[in-house]
């Protein structure tokens, strides 16, 4: 049976263990924002400690990004982000029967099999962008091995994020399709624990960590280049991430958007209502604060939804990570 | 002697009541902790309807005030009759007029991180400085930064690293706060040079507890900046900050290991008294494992250690000292569960201090991120109880030995740090009546004495008796205290006296005539 609580040793820990160091507090782009101890992990642990009930939070549940910042910081070890997912999983949303709806019309059409070794789960964004998409498997198909799944679990990711309950119908739906593949490689990073979950027999890579380590991305990165890690894969996997990026650094020299704890900053800050589109996006602050101060000539970006964010505040270029293998061949 | 009458003396809200700890109290016995009483709510309603009527947002829901029922500490609880985020120093300076009027408390609390309630609030008003926390201006030229005071340091930090700066010390937790900082102290290992974080501050700007608003400095309104700093909020709250700023460095560490708590005093004195090294400090495990921690900010310094003083520190290095635990437990076999302590702590401490992604060529490049990680990972808890002791260079030894014993007698397991601080002369009206001893010339010493818990449970009597013995010592070498507010102002006048606690008191009456300003911390 597929669970929907990641199996980490911090799983059982929640917010009656948090001591209130408020570590947290400090890497979370919603608290950034608002200033308001309400609007952070701590706030909630503390004012649930001490008599509030969820529904007391709801605008700060609501409000959280998943940026997941707040999970490798924790002394503690509780796992912040699920226990803010199990938080609004008792709040019932009010698009609930819309996701809901999403999940089983999906269900209804299950996708075909993958035949290749490799998946990649490329997400709605990359999709909007055709040419990126062909480009980005075009680079990691070097083998013939690659396939883009029918199936990448868009409506999950949202419905998980909404804390609605995804079916066991809708989920085998989507991992059965990839049950072949050894190597699952996903645009969206919030899937990417569970997946690991789901399909424990294949090795799960975000598509920032599959595409940086390719030689022909990499030694087109620039010391004078800022390389901005999408923070939901990175904080998904961090003990072995942190290690990964900073052997990058040293190679290539470039600068990243990672603060003194090595957390990576978030150049958006989108919460429920943003992803739902209920409420327009405004991620210029948190895009400003990601640059304040660094002498860059140019922005390279893991996730679209950062170009998107960085190109309304700055004035240097701001590429795809997978657009740097372009300019090797101009 | 008990008391001849245990009869209840009412006391006016704000005057100090008669010291509950007698002074012939025999060492060590079980106290009651000095926990304040809630505060009566009368006319709490109407001062509600000014401040919203002023426009000020007061929250008044569980979530709100349940977020602030505790501080670090854990062991103090209350709950605020209302919660108002700081805006700006026009609306503290509104509600302090309205808390004036109405007579309602005000609690001010920045990072929360006070261990004896002294950022809890019994009722009325809790003012959650945090929001006030961006950085006003940075001067690269002139060295300064202008702050906001709710800040945290780490904050602060990361805003300074963008442009190549630093602060100069604050303490090892990542989450205190500017304001609520300068109003205790702030010791970092950098402190045997650079002073305490009190001593940055250049220029505050500082709401009165009458709710004016006011720019003071060492030129102007010299005397509330000398109230205000190192005054644990008494005399104002702290809405923005002009602090001394440096150019920031990797750091160059050195770790010796002794098993003698007094040679490791005695050694880092040495170091501070030649100005040996630019960052040192004490670390323990119980007093087996006795680490000074020496680091430094340039090629040039490290050097001239090795070459002048490495040789005269009597401390090991890792694999001389293990040969010395080795000897000693050998011939001590009784005490291998202690071994095996020591081996285990140093198992989960050691990799902490070396991760490689804050430490490149051999260089610890965040230090604070380091040193505040693991104090919260391996010392940080629901509950926790930091004694400490402030003492003169010359005490200091005596005061850790003492203070050791007591840890001995209470618990199993415990750390002690220890560190210096450099006074400045010119700041001696700052240090009156705060937790740099009256006696100290030069520097000041304090060490923490700090249990480790191991999941056990201990009533707080038995860590209100720990606390006592550990402060009754301070006492009797005339010394200070880091934390002696809150659940430990009984502390205040056998410490420092009726003469120099009544002459504040009388201030304190003059700048806030309903005493609304943190009370029940210091009066
Ligand atoms: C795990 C841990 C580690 C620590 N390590 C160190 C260390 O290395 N070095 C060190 O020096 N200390 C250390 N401390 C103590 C702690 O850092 C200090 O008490 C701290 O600086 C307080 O800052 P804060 O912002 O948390 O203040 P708070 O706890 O919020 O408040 C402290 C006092 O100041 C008042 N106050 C708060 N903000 C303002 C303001 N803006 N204006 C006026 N008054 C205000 C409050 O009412 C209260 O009385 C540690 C504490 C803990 C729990
Ligand atoms: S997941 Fe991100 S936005 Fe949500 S609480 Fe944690 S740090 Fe804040
Ligand atoms: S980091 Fe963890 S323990 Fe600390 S305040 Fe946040 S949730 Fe609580």
Known sequence: ?330 | MPPETSELVLTEPGAIGPCHVGPDALLGIKRQQTNPTRWNGQRWHPFAAALRDGGIELRENIAACGTFATDAGGTAYGLPHGVVIARSAAQVSALLKAAQQFRVPVTVRGGGLTTEGESVAFGGVLLDMTGMSRVLHVDTEALTVRTEGGIFWHSLAEELRRYGMDYLSAPLNLTSSVGGTLGVGGIDVNSPRLGCSADQALALQVVTPRGDIVECSDTQNAELFQRVVLGYGQFGVITEATLKIRRYTPLRMHYFYYDSLRTAVEDMQLLNRNDASDYSGILTIMDCAVNLLVAFDSDERETAFRANWQSKLRGHGEPGFALCMLRRYALRPWKLPEAWYLLQRKRELFPEFRRSEYMHDGLMYDRTVVFSRAVWKFWGSKQMVIPDLATSAEKFAEAVERGNAVCRKYFPHYTLYCVGIRLRPEHKPHYEMSCIPPDAEGWAYGCEFEPMMDDRVYSRDYLQSFKNAIYDIGVELGGSYYRFGGMMKGYIRRVFGDEVVDRHLAMKREADPAMILNRDVIF
């Open chain 1, 1 to 330: 049976m597929f669970d929907f609580v990641i199996n980490t040793p911090a799983a059982h820990k929640s917010y009656s263990d948090c001591s209130g160091c408020g570590l947290c507090t400090l890497v979370c782009p919603v608290w950034r924002r608002k200033r308001d101890l309400q609007h952070s992990p701590l706030g909630w642990a503390k004012a649930l400690q001490h008599g509030a009930a969820p529904g007391d939070l709801v605008d700060a549940l609501w409000n959280c990004t998943l940026c997941r910042a707040c999970d490798p910081v924790c002394p503690e070890r509780i796992d912040v982000s699920g226990m803010i997912l199990k938080l609004r999983a008792q709040l019932v949303h009010p698009q609930t029967a819309v996701l809901q709806g999403r999940m089983a019309a999906q269900a209804r059409r299950p996708a075909p099999a993958c035949q290749e070794k490799t998946a990649l789960l490329a997400g709605e964004a990359l999709r909007a962008h055709p040419a990126l998409l062909s480009r980005i498997t075009a680079l990691l198909d070097k083998a013939g091995v690659l396939v883009v799944a029918h199936d990448d679990g868009a409506d999950i990711s949202l419905a998980l994020e909404a804390g609605v309950t995804v079916s066991p119908e809708r989920l085998a739906a989507l991992i059965e399709p990839l049950r072949r593949a050894d190597k699952v490689i996903v645009a969206d990073g919030l899937l990417l624990p569970y997946l690991a979950q789901w399909l424990p027999a294949a090795r799960i890579f975000s598509l920032g960590e599959t595409l940086s380590s390719l030689e022909i991305i990499r030694r087109n990165l620039r010391v004078t280049d800022l390389y901005v890690i999408e923070p939901r894969a990175y904080h998904a996997d961090y003990v072995r991430l942190i290690k990964y990026y900073d052997r990058l650094r040293k190679e290539r020299g470039c600068d990243f958007n990672l603060d003194l704890q090595r957390i990576a900053i978030p150049a958006t800050v989108r919460g429920l209502p943003q992803r739902l589109g209920l409420m327009v996006p405004d991620d210029d602050a948190q895009a400003s604060w990601v640059l304040h101060g660094r002498s860059i000539t140019r922005i390279v970006v893991e996730s679209l939804e950062d170009r998107a964010a960085f190109e309304k505040v700055s004035n240097v270029p701001v590429v795809h990570l997978a657009e740097l293998a372009d300019s090797l061949r101009r």
